[in-house]
């Protein structure tokens, strides 16, 4: 008998697993078992399947022979990133400084 997952536990190895980190047979056995009965950690892996179609639709370069489209996902990606950081350093410093 495999042990009981909890959601969390699950989801957490869930994204590990999509992350690439290896499971022994056990866990991904538990894993796979509870995602198959559980509705709520299915609706999870939609979403994070979703997330994931999301995010390759920004970095794929639909031709890698042609510089410019490239350099225009390069500059979409860069772009996210810089706004990205500039909405967590930004807010709340240098409101003392005179
Ligand atoms: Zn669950």
């Known amino acids: 008998m495999t042990r009981k997952l ?3 536990e699950a989801q957490g190895l869930y994204f590990d697993r999509t ?3 290896e499971l022994d047979a056990a866990t991904n056995q538990a894993l796979d078992q509870h995602l198959a009965s559980c509705p ?3 609706q999870f892996v939609e979403e994070v399947a979703d997330m ?3 995010l390759a639709g920004v970095l794929d370069a639909p031709d890698l022979n ?3 489209e490239t350099a225009a996902d390069v500059a979409r990606v860069m772009a996210a990133i810089r706004e990205y950081e ?3 350093g930004g807010a709340g410093r240098g409101a003392t400084a005179t």
């Open 19 to 21: 992350s690439e980190v």
């Open 66 to 68: 042609d510089p410019e």
């Open 86 to 88: 500039a909405g967590r």
């Open 6 to 8: 909890t959601c969390d």
């Open 40 to 42: 709520d950690c299915q």
């Open 52 to 54: 994931d179609a999301g």
